[in-house]
């Protein structure tokens, strides 16, 4: 029994042009910016100025807590 791919080699749609409709090719002179139901693309910049978190406050505490197991060094065995 021979194993089907699991992706086939030819599609339906191989061999169909794409082409974009002239009606949407060009914008119109008057095109007005959408709203994509407020979503914004931000750069890099934006993304890590707008995240930026020192983590402060948890090293600050992290600095306040007794010694743990997991955190002493290792005693050396003899």
Do not use: H, N, W
Not at 17 to 45: H, N, Y
């Amino acid at each position: 029994m021979q194993k089907q791919p699991l992706f086939p080699r030819e599609r339906a749609m191989d061999g169909v042009p794409f082409m974009i409709s002239e009606k949407f090719a060009c914008a119109p002179e008057g095109m007005q910016p959408v709203d994509l139901l407020g979503i914004t693309i931000k750069t890099l910049a934006e993304i890590e100025k707008e995240y930026d978190y020192s983590f402060r406050t948890e090293q600050s505490a992290a600095a306040r807590l007794p010694p743990s197991p997991t955190r002493c060094p290792p005693v050396p065995q003899s």
